[in-house]
């Protein structure tokens, strides 16, 4: 008898880093999360010790591992699903130069404005794919390092990213891949090599930098002191990972174009597969490096969940209470509600700019908005319309994706969102287009990797084969056409809404 061959996929994201174990036909055997802090010694200033994240990965793989009862011998594979911008310092000797500087940190503001001011215009767009140099993008960081730590600018033998880091520790190989280095602004997505006008003015060179591989690619077996940390076996094969949003993409399926994934967490990530960079001649639209070999994607954040979280904790005490108590979460009851309120909530339209509007309108001075209501409305009339809101925001970048030329006939859900039946059918109504979810929405991430590395060492044929094993369908929205009479209208005034408020929100 065959033994059976499993992969691993591990995300570590911003805050905690989840480990999943799944058999080649997509079941997960077991997973485990495990959670960390962030340090912040100034508002602007977001760091963590690189350290505490690898101590999560080697406890989640573990976690997994004891309660799945595996062989370690039979785990063939493991890939990375990462965050992305979060930078490594490291000198000769593998140690680290300082703490990580994490995505979310915007200290670099001044260096920031100094290198959009040199790199500014089409070409910075086209060589990157992003929009505009800000404090996020590593080159950034690099710079801000230079100027005030020079003895560590001074000592760097390698700058590294999340992934980049992991691999190294696991294989002792420097090596990192295109979907997360397209966010540096040091890597050209189109010839897919380091930039040399921007490695020449931070003044680093290429050899501070790791190797350039694809995604999915097979770079070693784990090292002995690797596996025993790791309580795996030097028979596990690593690969490169990707993108956490990259992964997603591909752990529910969207690896051809037409196909749109929503990620609705605390922010709303939405990725477009492309066969080739499509640029947006308004510059609204970032375009990513996919998690795919030659393949790219329109990717972008906005305003998503955290909108819906803040109501539920200012306003939706008695849900919390009543979920407590029936060990379910608040936001099956305000589901609940919502849905006994006919679209379009009589009347009553938001715009969820809590911390300004992002993508498409980036206008960080807009504020969120209740408009229209009246001595009728109620809490669930509330709750809907954040939801259509952020529905309506969807449609927003689908809106600008056309206008690019790109297509987008299918919307994949993931992430919390994902859960909500009344929120996927409000988003299949007023895009007028199916929404699909998938039985892992909320492991796509770890799933992505997982069939990246299960591919990398040849345990399917290809990508597809193993999509197509891999990936299972839960359920499919179809739009209401009658509904969407009603969302026509919503959309049209939403629109004018926020237009009509621009004037007043740059007062503000």
Known sequence: ??????????????????????????????????????????????????????????????????????????????????????????????????????????RAQEEAEILDKKFNGEKSYETTGQVKLVPTWPAS???????????????VYKYLLVEDYFIWKMTGAFVAEGSLLCSTCYWNI??????????????????????????????????????????????TNVSTGALDQACGTIGVGNIKPGIFTENIGAALAICATLKKPVFDLNRRMPIHYHAIPDTYMAHTFTTGGMALR?????????????????????????????SQIQPG?????????????????????AKGVFFGFTLRHKRPHFTRSIMEAIACIIKRNIDVLEDMRIKVTEIRALGGGARSKIWNQIIAD?????????????????????????????????????????VIIRTKFEPNPKNSKVYDKLYTKYIKLYESLIELFAMN
């Open 1 to 106: 008898m065959t033994e059976k061959e499993y992969v691993l996929g591990v995300d570590a994201g911003t805050t905690a880093t989840k480990v999943a174990l799944f058999d080649l036909k997509g079941t997960t055997i077991a997973s485990a999360t495990k959670e960390y802090d962030l340090i912040t010694p100034t508002t602007l200033e977001v760091e963590v010790d690189i350290e505490t994240l690898w101590k999560a990965f080697k406890q989640g793989v573990k976690d997994v591992l004891s309660i799945s009862k595996v062989d370690p011998d039979n785990v063939k594979a493991l890939g990375i699903s990462a965050q992305g911008e979060t930078l490594v310092p490291i000198d000769k000797n593998g140690k680290l130069l300082r703490r990580a500087i994490v995505w979310l940190d915007s």
């Open 190 to 235: 189109i010839t897919k090599k380091w930039w040399d006008e921007m490695l020449d003015f931070l003044e680093i060179t290429a050899d501070k930098l790791p190797e350039i591989r694809e995604p999915g690619e097979k770079v070693g077996k784990l090292l002995s002191s690797a596996a025993k940390e790791l309580g795996l076996t030097t028979e």
């Open 430 to 470: 007023l895009t007028k287009r199916p929404v699909t979810t998938t039985l892992h929405e909320e492991d796509a991430a770890c799933l992505g990797a997982a069939i990246l590395a299960g591919k990398a060492v040849g345990l399917f044929r290809n990508l597809e084969d193993a999509v197509k094993d891999m």
């Open 345 to 365: 909530a009589e009347g009553l339209v938001m715009l969820p700019h809590l911390q300004g509007a992002m993508a498409p309108e980036a206008n960080p001075r």
């Open 310 to 338: 803040w109501f539920r904790d200012v306003f939706c005490e008695t849900e919390i209470s009543e979920a407590n108590l029936a060990n379910i979460s608040p936001y099956q009851l305000m589901d609940k509600e919502a």
């Open 141 to 155: 960081k690099i710079l801000w390092i230079k100027k005030h730590e020079p003895d560590v600018f001074n000592r």
